[in-house]
């Protein structure tokens, strides 16, 4: 397990556009950084049924954009699937059910709700990082433990999204809400 958290926080690490010209190399990488490399990532380890292989793979954002240039930077001239990444912002939840992953805002708290309706039935990986996004519906949360960026994963709800997420995936995860609720 600590050889599959090892290549997955290098590769989320190897993943981060490089520092800008009279930066030291040596900075820590900020909270969206890792997420942006995480979210990156998290497109390698799950399954998504009928991938087109031709259209690219698109991560969108809904709300206020926490990111600001560090996702696009992050995902220029990367491929998932064998298809090139593609970063939308979306200012409208009716949109999201075109995206493969979705960002939801801390801007959209009040809205989760009708958000995770809207996207029922559609093959949509749900992120986010407000407080307690899985237990809300979300599939993947972001936390952060001390000055460590960490995520919980929402089984049942990626699964009900016909997606699959990769045991290795999983292992990371900080807690895991399986597919049935233990008795």
Request: avoid cysteine; hydrophobic fraction near 50%; glycine fraction near 8%.
């Amino acid at each position: 397990m600590r050889y599959v958290a090892a290549t997955l926080v290098a590769s989320a690490l190897a993943a981060l556009p490089a520092p800008a010209p009279g930066a030291s190399e040596f900075a820590a990488p900020t909270e969206y950084q890792v997420k942006a490399a995480f979210l990156y990532n998290f497109a390698k380890f799950v399954e998504w049924p009928d991938a087109q292989p031709r259209a690219p793979f698109v991560i969108g954002v809904l709300g206020d954009d926490p990111f600001g240039p560090v996702l696009d930077q992050t995902v220029t001239g990367k491929t998932v699937l064998s298809r090139p990444l593609a970063v939308r912002r979306l200012a409208d939840a009716a949109d999201a059910p075109q995206v493969d992953i979705l960002f939801i805002a801390a801007s959209e708290r009040a809205r989760l709700p009708e958000v995770l309706r809207r996207l029922r039935g559609a093959n949509v990986l749900t992120v986010g990082d407000t407080e307690n996004f899985v237990g809300r519906g979300g599939m993947v949360g972001f936390r952060i433990a001390g000055n460590t960026v960490r995520f919980d994963i929402n089984l049942r709800e990626a699964t009900r999204a016909g997606l699959r997420i990769s045991s290795q995936l999983l292992r990371l995860a900080g807690r895991v809400v399986p597919v049935e609720e233990p008795r």
